[in-house]
């Protein structure tokens, strides 16, 4: 016959933490009904927010690529800056890409910079061959020069950039084949197209 001063079997482990689950479900559950409808609707307005502002780049860029001339804010995504500059480069307007350029350096985006520097430095190029070829030496020069600083600063950004790296080469053999640029301008000189232009006779000062 069993003592009456038996204890009773204490509950196990698991059955103290599934009391202790249950209860603290039932403490919770009231405050998870309030929040999770919230943090749901946040959720749907971030999301709505960013594809919205893609929505906006996407037409800014459309407008560029367009031919319109429409402004740029300086806090503008990446790709809508370099769009931006590939639009001023292919109107001869580099000046009005310079601070765009900074932009990109100062946020440290290697892609979007890599990029701008190379449309950059195409529309370089492309004006120093229109010379060579009317034998404008001397206003070639600069152009060549500072193209090969920009598809270098291109190439610092993004090692693998391959174009970049081949419009480098050619840069540097309109270089090897016009010695006088090297002698006469030298790849020192700094990207400064206000400095370099008021040296160019019979060109406005200020930019090119």
């Known amino acids: 016959m069993p ?39 946040g959720t749907a307005a971030a999301l709505a927010l960013s594809a919205w502002r893609d929505a906006r780049t996407n ?10 001339d429409i402004a740029v804010s300086p806090d503008a995504p990446d790709a809508l800056l370099v769009a931006r500059t590939k639009f001023l480069a292919f109107r001869d307007r580099l000046g009005e890409s310079e601070p765009l350029l900074e932009t990109l350096d100062h946020r440290h985006s290697a892609d979007a910079a890599a990029r701008a520097r190379y449309i ?5 190029i492309r004006e120093a061959f229109r010379l060579i070829e ?15 600083q920009d598809y270098r600063r291109a190439l610092q950004a993004r090692p693998d950039f391959w174009d970049a790296k081949f419009n480098f080469d050619v840069a540097s053999r309109l270089i090897r ?26 060109q406005p000062r200020g930019g090119p």
């Not at 009317?134 to 090969?148: C, I």
């Not at 790849?187 to 197209?193: G, H, I, M, N, S």
Request: net charge positive; aromatic share 6%; no cysteine.
């Open 3 to 41: 003592s009456a001063f038996t204890h009773a079997p204490s509950p196990s482990l698991r059955t103290r933490l599934g009391a202790g689950l249950g209860q603290g479900w039932r403490s919770l559950r009231p405050t998870l009904l309030v929040l999770l409808p919230i943090l749901l609707l």
């Open 59 to 68: 037409a800014a860029i459309a407008e560029l690529e367009a031919g319109r």
């Open 120 to 124: 950059v430095a195409n529309a370089r």
């Open 134 to 148: 009317r034998s404008e030496l001397d206003k070639a020069g600069p152009q060549v020069t500072l193209a090969r």
């Open 177 to 202: 084949d016009f010695p006088e640029f090297d002698r006469t301008f030298g790849d020192e000189l700094k990207a400064e197209p206000k400095q370099i232009w008021t040296d160019i006779p019979g």
